[in-house]
């Protein structure tokens, strides 16, 4: 099992955390030379990512390579606030369909495309399934007490009034699911375990279709909804529901959505099911998040992952299904396997606390510096951006702990990781894409440019995680669907924005799709662009990764 590996020892540790993350110029370089003196055989490692750092932090371009999925809901949604979460660094918008109806997540897209186009910022959209979720309705949205060493009857007859005393449930298997001793959480969205807002409850026995429970320790459900789950118990609905289908048939069809994260993901043909639903949706082309959050899913990994564009570690309900001491053995095989196969993958559940606290716990933030140190390509907010009372600061956080524990990756030790599990048949695709990281980290490239139209070879590059940007120029496509033909690329460059590293940029369709003279002007584009944020600068070098006729081919240029 890999993961959580550093490039530094203790002496660099130390010397990195006395100076402020916003680097003075003066304390960067005198950090450095601290670090030249005594760990040289580091400074190939590190030295190119510290500078663009610093050019970033100073310019105000990138905050850190890590993607950062916020959810969007009613204390993020309104344009001012979205703006703001773009511009603090979120690359994908997430909507909970677990929450309220298609016309309010409509209008929260809408506001999305607003704050796009004002702050000039592209982001994908993710909408993330119900699934198998079962919820307790409380219509009424009056508070409900629960206190500890009562009893409260959890029953399938949903037409009763949600009270201490009986919590109706859309699901009316739940009595011959579970038995005596089994656990049940429920909350509006949090299991931590600390708030006063989730409750544990035990089951004493069941009668006919109630379930009479012990309740473990006090709280008060607010809220109109509430989340309901069993632990490790299977729940015998389709991880795909009618309900789902329909949302994704229309919601889904109508803003051809980038990426679907397919919630309660147990089995591989969950995703194949979804796969060839989308099809029949003339959905071909959006990608599926498997979001991993129970034992069952977790037993079925390694088939769910050769199946899934990307992984979704839940942590919230998978937290409550592993004992807690086995939680960080997970993440940390399930990382490991997604990098080595080079498929995004996102944790979430990081910074909970921040949903009413402008900073996160010291817990948290070390856990979410471990996460990126363990391999996480992205980190994913839910009830911190959706309900939290400071989404725009906690995007901004997690960004700052992400580039932190960034520059003190050992992106050399994966490197030769991923090569070896790639083996000696390597594709000629993936042959020179590793070549170009190879090429990028010995010259001390400052970015590397990737040509591409499906955004495969970008995606190529991004496995070996390169310690600079990759900008990826996507040449756009021509397609024709029997009745026109369309320019295809807008899609493919919102999906790799959920990819580590990679900063995608659409050329435009009138250039060629082949020829020195559509090369120069994709090159171009991007060497203007990376000047334009302060990416690049007069005698940085540029490692190139482009197609030539039937040949992959890597060439390094030194900026003028």
Request: charged share 20%.
């Amino acid at each position: 099992m890999q993961g959580g590996q550093m490039v530094v020892e203790e002496p660099l540790r130390l010397s990195s955390i006395l100076h402020p993350s916003k680097f003075e110029v003066g304390s960067v370089f005198d950090s450095f030379m601290l670090v030249l003196s005594s760990h040289l055989k580091y400074l190939e490692r590190c030295f190119v990512f510290l500078l663009m750092m610093l050019r970033q932090q100073m310019q105000g371009f990138l905050q850190s390579l890590t993607k950062v999925f916020g959810t969007l809901g009613p204390k993020s949604r309104s344009v001012e606030t979205i703006s703001a979460c773009l511009n603090a660094g979120m690359s994908v918008a997430r909507f909970d369909f677990s929450w309220l109806d298609q016309d309010y997540h409509q209008e929260t897209l809408e506001n999305l495309k607003i704050a796009s186009k004002s702050t000039k910022k592209s982001c994908a959209v993710m909408l993330d399934t119900a699934g198998p979720e079962l919820q307790v309705h409380n219509k009424t949205g009056n508070p409900i007490v629960l206190e500890a060493d009562n009893q409260v009857t959890i029953t399938s007859d949903i037409t009763k009034v949600p009270s201490p005393e009986v919590l109706p449930v859309s699901y009316d298997g739940l009595s011959e699911t579970v038995k005596k001793g089994d656990t049940i959480y429920l909350s509006q969205y949090l299991f931590t375990g600390s708030e006063t807002s989730s409750v544990w409850l035990e089951v004493l026995e069941t009668k006919g279709k109630d379930v009479i429970c012990l309740v473990k320790n006090s709280a008060t459900l607010s809220g109109f909804m509430f989340t309901m789950h069993v632990a490790q118990v299977n729940i015998n609905l389709p991880t795909l529901t009618d309900n789902d289908k329909q949302i994704i048939s229309s919601w889904g069809v109508k803003n051809n959505v980038d990426f679907i994260s397919l919630s309660y993901t147990r089995h591989a043909e969950d995703v194949q099911e979804l796969r060839e639903f989308l099809k029949t949706q003339n959905l071909p082309e959006t990608q599926i998040f498997a979001k991993i959050e129970t034992v069952e899913g977790l037993k079925h990994f390694d088939e769910i992952l050769r199946e899934a564009d990307g992984i979704i570690l839940g942590r919230g309900n998978l937290g409550i299904d592993l004992p807690p001491e086995k939680v960080f053995l997970f993440q940390k095989s399930a990382l490991n396997r997604c990098n080595m196969v080079g498929k995004p993958a996102i944790v979430a559940r990081v910074v909970d606390s921040m949903t009413g606290n402008l900073r996160p716990t010291r817990a948290e933030a070390t856990d979410v510096a471990n996460a990126i140190l363990d391999g996480a390509d992205g980190i994913l907010l839910g009830a911190e951006t959706i309900q939290g009372l400071y989404p725009v600061e906690a995007i901004t956080m997690v960004g700052r702990i992400c580039a932190e524990a960034e520059i003190v990756y050992n992106h050399s030790l994966h490197f030769k990781r991923v090569l070896k599990h790639a083996g000696d048949l390597m594709s000629h695709a993936e042959s020179v894409a590793s070549s170009a990281v190879r090429a990028a980290i010995k010259v001390r490239a400052a970015v590397i440019v990737v040509f591409t139209t499906s955004g495969g070879a970008a995606r190529l590059v991004a496995k070996y995680k390169p310690p600079m940007p990759v900008l990826a120029i996507v040449t756009p496509r021509l397609r024709s669907n029997s009745v026109k033909w369309t320019f295809a690329g807008s899609s493919q460059v919102r999906q790799l924005l959920g990819v580590r590293g990679i900063y995608p940029i659409l050329s435009k369709p009138s250039e060629p799709n082949s020829g020195s003279s559509a090369e120069d002007a994709g090159l171009k584009l991007a060497l203007d662009h990376g000047m334009s944020v302060g990416l690049l600068k007069p005698n940085d070098r540029v490692v190139v990764f482009l197609k030539v006729g039937d040949a992959s081919v890597v060439k390094i240029i030194e900026m003028d």
